[in-house]
């Protein structure tokens, strides 16, 4: 059964605090995703890696960054927490190969920030 | 700019049948998915349709035009069970997935 874990399901931080999002997927992908879902707005990408090492900027990456040193790991930074930035935050990971290149979801981790 | 459309929200009766309507815009095409969405959940793949015509699946079938930029969702015998947010995505000519906001389907007994 394929499965992407991300390591919180809830979390509260401080203005001003340095926040990270682990993502881990266990299906050998290669395409990592991070996402944030707003009421009324859908799913918008904040950076996304298509093999270890590299990372490629989304439609929001301001004031995050990411790492991807391994494979089945990619890790989402808020490098100083701001209250704008509380919302749902998704991972998702999705293969090359294959007529159907879905992408597959973590739980979400619903960050507050205050 | 490229863009998805979808109603926001949709009311319908347990066991009747509702349509969900997706058009897009879109720098190139290489796909639509619908995901379903129950609240506070992660959105989980429903199905993918890259040549015109209906796929079905089970309760579940989709649609697409490309010609006209549209697709729709077609949910059959609706359970109570059906009731949550539906998004339309459509990968565009970068392979990069362009979101709707959802349509939450709310299912009245």
């Known amino acids: 059964d394929v499965k992407v874990t991300q390591s919180s399901r809830y979390l509260v931080k401080r203005t001003g605090e340095k926040v990270f999002l682990e993502c881990v997927q266990d299906?050998?992908?290669?395409?990592m995703f991070w996402y944030r879902q707003d009421p009324g707005l859908g799913l918008r990408l904040i950076y996304f890696s298509y093999d270890v090492k590299m990372k490629e900027k989304g439609d929001i990456p301001e004031g995050y960054s990411v790492s991807r040193e391994k494979k089945e790991r990619f890790s989402l930074i808020l490098e100083s927490a701001s209250t704008n930035q509380t919302s749902m935050y998704l991972c998702?990971?999705?293969?090359?190969?294959?007529?159907?290149?879905?992408?597959?979801f973590g739980q979400g981790t619903r960050l507050t920030v205050v | 700019g490229q863009n998805i459309d979808q109603p926001t929200e949709m009311t319908a009766t347990e066991g009747a049948i509702v349509q969900i309507n997706c058009t897009y815009q879109?720098?190139?095409?290489?796909?639509l998915f619908w995901y379903q969405q129950h609240a506070g959940e992660a959105p989980t793949f429903l199905s993918y349709?890259?040549l015109d015509g209906l796929e079905e699946k089970g309760r579940f079938s989709s649609f697409l035009s490309r010609s006209k930029g549209y697709s729709y969702l077609l949910l059959k015998e609706l359970q109570m069970k059906d009731s949550a947010s539906y998004l339309c995505a459509v990968m565009d000519s970068n392979y990069q997935l362009i979101w709707g906001a959802g349509t939450k389907l709310i299912i009245k007994p």
């Open positions: 998702a990971s999705s293969s090359n190969s294959g007529d159907v290149t879905e992408a597959f």
């Open positions: 299906m050998d992908h290669e395409n």
């Open positions: 349709n890259v």
């Open positions: 879109t720098s190139g095409f290489n796909g």
